[in-house]
């Protein structure tokens, strides 16, 4: 086909491709989305170029991946198409800095459209008469164990130290997690896994002392006997504290061993 185009819409220093819906084969939608996003950055000194694409476009989504697109988001149930069913319309753009081409353009797509999971951190920390520090929030009803979600580029056990002394005021280095568990969907959020660590028994100096320092999520920290876990925490976090307590290590899925 060789009267197929894609347009370029511009507004200052951002574009927007389009192109009318019909059918045309990969290679050349390909070939027209790499000559209009090459002549619109270099031509026209754009700073980003982006495409929306319906979720259900697979031909348009591997074209404009290939031409160094990176997805940046998702609009839900945005479109209508033939049937009059509802489908999702991703949203991918270009800028001017991204790589391209090669091994590094290639793993930065990549790393943009592949499936990507919660990474969560944790702490069991226990006093002289065997109770287990728990964290009570502002957002929930069932109570936490010291610890949260793991940043970009931060390792399970450096998210596993900052959160704790972020939460409870306690300075610790882990070594390796006790537990690493596989967490299903739950209440909207979607699957994750989660370290849990093994921060021993602390004096009665100590943890007579400990107190929530994080005001902005925590009301207080609690000493709970592991018999009462089952009021306090939800069924999976039961699970996996008992597995702690117990001297149980390893992965695994859903607070079970596999």
């Not at 989504?61 to 839900?76: D, I, K, P, T, Y």
């Not at 793991?150 to 939460?167: C, D, T």
Request: charged share 30%.
């Amino acid at each position: 086909m060789t009267d197929f185009s894609v347009q370029v819409e511009i507004s200052g220093d951002v574009g927007v491709l389009r192109w009318k819906e019909q059918r045309v084969d990969a290679e050349t939608l390909e070939k027209a989305v790499s000559l209009a996003a090459d002549d619109a950055i270099i031509a026209h000194e754009l700073r980003r170029l982006q495409v929306d694409l319906p979720a259900n476009d697979l031909v348009a989504r591997r074209a404009v991946q290939r031409c160094g697109f990176r997805l940046e988001g998702r609009l839900r149930s945005a479109q209508r198409v033939a049937n009059d069913d509802l489908v999702d319309v991703l949203i991918y753009a270009r800028l001017a800095i991204d790589p391209v081409y090669g091994p590094q353009g290639f793993s930065g797509v990549m790393d943009s459209v592949l499936p990507m999971k919660r990474m969560i951190s944790h702490a069991v920390f226990r006093d002289p008469r065997g109770r287990v520090l728990l964290t009570e929030t502002r957002y929930k009803k069932d109570w936490e164990l010291p610890g949260g979600i793991v940043e970009p580029g931060e390792s399970p056990r450096v998210g596993a130290e900052r959160e704790v002394l972020e939460e409870v005021g306690l300075t610790v280095a882990f070594g390796n997690a006790t537990l690493i568990d596989w967490m299903p969907p739950y209440l909207g959020w979607s699957d994750a896994i989660e370290f849990i660590f093994d921060g021993g028994t602390l004096t009665l100096e100590v943890a007579d002392t400990v107190t929530a320092t994080d005001l902005r999520e925590l009301v207080a920290v609690h000493w709970v006997d592991p018999a009462d876990l089952d009021e306090r925490v939800t069924e999976l976090s039961a699970r996996r504290i008992r597995l702690v307590l117990s001297g149980f290590s390893g992965m695994t899925e859903d607070g079970r061993p596999l």
